[in-house]
């Protein structure tokens, strides 16, 4: 080892016998000098966290002494646990958001186990495997560009992915009730046309077809935006909601006979004034 | 000098008296003045609090968790029952709940601070690997924490989050039925997985918590703490005057256990 | 290096591939114990118990003066004048260090073995063994009108409550003949999305929206509700799953068509039995073909290039 350049190895235990040397020589005493600061901080994370209970409880329970009242930081709790649930939506708590959204990414089949398993177990090795890829003993950010970029990287992929996560929604009759106020005025529907658009909302007609951005194109079904610009007639509606393969051959669409006349017509009426956004 | 000076005062001497006691049976005392007064680098600063910070968290769950496992019933039929009493009616209950809640919240997000500080640093390098390993496995603990105390209000969101959660585990090829059904206990989510989950929850990965912060720390305290990597005066920075005698000598690795000897 | 400390230096029982056979045989033993306790349990036994005996020859050859095979112990050769003695000494008399580390080591694993397996079949085993199978009696078949979609809840097993509540999609396919007679025909859809378990919804109106009454009963199964629907398909709210109504995916990520209930008629009510998985159903209604498969859980492949990930499940009911 006297002689030549000293091996990466030589010099990483040099450097650490050297700060063993600074800091004998300069360093602080830990307490009271660092841990100072550790208690300012501690404080700090007690005080926001019972902050955040307060919020919680103030802002959930006190406007109606309801616990699943939702407050601005979520209920005290949601309703009992139903296994036999026909209208709830599931969503996992925040911080798992991001795996939530990984999941409806991978959309394929085949492609399942990589984003419940896959990706997840990959990302974990390489995290957990960091020390022993990134030998190198450099510490300056300036001079680790690799390691710069994947940190952005999976900060931005993770702040994408739990925010899409927390706006992600269905188009289930649950959620898309909430629409129809924007509908009627962004379409101008007249007050006839609002039980429809309800009915519309809540029928699950957006299983198959969008309006307005709502709902799912998965099964090809038409956008029913602009139904009214066709001028079908209000009767030609009817007979076609009761039996859509009667008026149109081969149409996959089921019959909704059995919602009867009346709500029939109110659909009709809907969906012949849908002329487009106004 | 007078004679106060050089004899201790009496209360002095009530203060010393059990210290002296205790240290000369245990060493607890040295041990304590060890950690308490050890060096640290000059120049460290406010991000490298959130360790400590994780650490106060983590304290935090742990005596509200105690107390909420006073009040809770982990049952199907009584477990949401429990949780409306003791947010709602229990005295204070609100608060100590409401700490738990929030407070993990606060520890992953504080973990993940942390690491990403760890990261800025360059702080998992050499010779600290192996505390990088135990700070991941210490997250993924955490994490693990999070998904098992989930279930425990038993309310919508809690019961339909731990399907998926458990099935998730199922779609890992060859094991993952096998881990599912044992994690739900059975082929359905009933009591018996309320009830592991709970076991789960508050005895099993706090208990690997506990002894993972411990090794975290001892090698925290063994190895130091590192100086911000853009500080002028960072400990162990390369010296362009230093003699090459001097570099020699210290490239020869101290013998094993005696690391802290120098 | 001193010569005299050598007897005292650590000394680990010589490498040995008995106890890895041992291994196996107790795994192929707890794991005949959930599958076939009669053959694959006697085979792990016989295999647990061939090998515990051929480990135990091993371990104990040196204590029965056998000379022991491999000894590659880590030592730095001391000059050969002084050693050679040395050695002749150990190999006639057995150093009582030597006999403490291994009763040491050996009782200590007596211990963890005594502690570890009941309790870890304890934590493990209950779930895998005497899994119930329910019977669930939905009521009379004439409380399902022809062609019409209910949505069925009801629960699997009254004594444990709530916990055992389950949802149906189910569908009178009106008579079908067999063998001459006429008989009952349904399509009975489980809920559970095959994709992670999330509570599937009907694309359709359901309820008091189309006019039709929700029938209630409340039963053997606790109370069961019929409510009427007029499904365009299934979807599932979590990851976007969709499904015709024979549970055929349409989109999204599910792995294979919605499992299906088992059912019988009896006494003219009918009877929900245990559930089966499903590839594919080709055609409708009473004339389907149903690809029909053992009950697995969800995101779990069965046919395919992919069923070799799951060769093995934990039994079902």
Redesign the interface.
Known sequence: ??AGK?SAV???????????????A??????P???F??T???L???T???A???V??WTA?APH?L?THQGL?GP?????????????????????YF??YL??I????????L???GVPTIA?IL??A???Y????????SR?PV?VVG?VLT?LSMAILTWKGATAS????SEVIADVPNWISAEKLPPAAVPGAK?FA???CT??HTYLGTG?S??GAPDLTTIGTRNLGIAFQIRHLQCPSCVNPGSP????A???TT?LHELAVFLEASKGKK | MSTRRRQPSRMQQAVDFPLDWLEERSGLVGGVKYFLFRKVPADTNWMQTLGSATLTAFLVQTVTGVILAMYYQPTPNDAYASIVNITDHVTLGWLVRGMHKWGASVFIILMFLHMGRVFLFGAYKYPRELNWVLGVLLLVMGMAEGFTGYLLPWDQTAYWASVVGINLNGTAPFLGPWLAQFLRGGQDIGAETLARFYSLHMLVIPGAIFALIGLHLYLVIRLGVTSPPWSKEAAGADRADEPSQLREGLTRPAARGAGESE | MNPDEMPDEPHLPSPSIWPIGFAIGIAVLLVGLIIDPLWISTIGGLIAVVFGVLWARDATSELRGKPVAIEPERRQAAPAGEDAPLQELSAERYPRSKFLEGTTLGLGAVIGGIITVPVAGFAVLPGFVGQKQHKVDLGPVSDFADGQWYIATFMLDPSEGEVSRRTTFIRNNGPLTVKGKQVPSFTIISNHCVHLGCPVQANGPSGAILGLKTLTETGKNGKVTLTPTVPAGFGCPCHGGQYDTEGNRTAGPPVRALDRYEYEIDNGRIVLLSTYSVAHVDGTGAQAKIQKYKPVGPGEHIDGIEQIFYPLNPPHH
Not at chain 1, 10 to 24: I, S, T
Request: proline share 7%.
């Open positions: 080892m006297a000293p030589d010099e990483r235990r040099a450097q650490f016998a050297r700060y063993k040397q600074d800091v004998k300069r360093g602080k005493s830990f307490y000098f660092a841990m600061e550790d300012v901080m501690s700090v994370v007690v926001v966290i019972v955040l209970a307060a919680w409880k329970w002494h616990g930081l005290e709790y949601t309703a009992p646990a139903d296994p036999g649930t026909t209208n709830f939506v599931p969503r996992p708590d925040w911080y798992f795996l939530f999941l409806r991978f959309k394929w089949p085949e492609t399942v186990f984003g419940t398993v974990l995290l957990i960091l020390p022993f990134d030998v190198r003993r450099e510490r300056r950010l680790r390691a940190l900060i269905e188009a289930l009759a009915l809540v029928a699950g299983a198959c799912s998965n099964l669409m089921p019959k909704f059995s919602l009867g709500r």
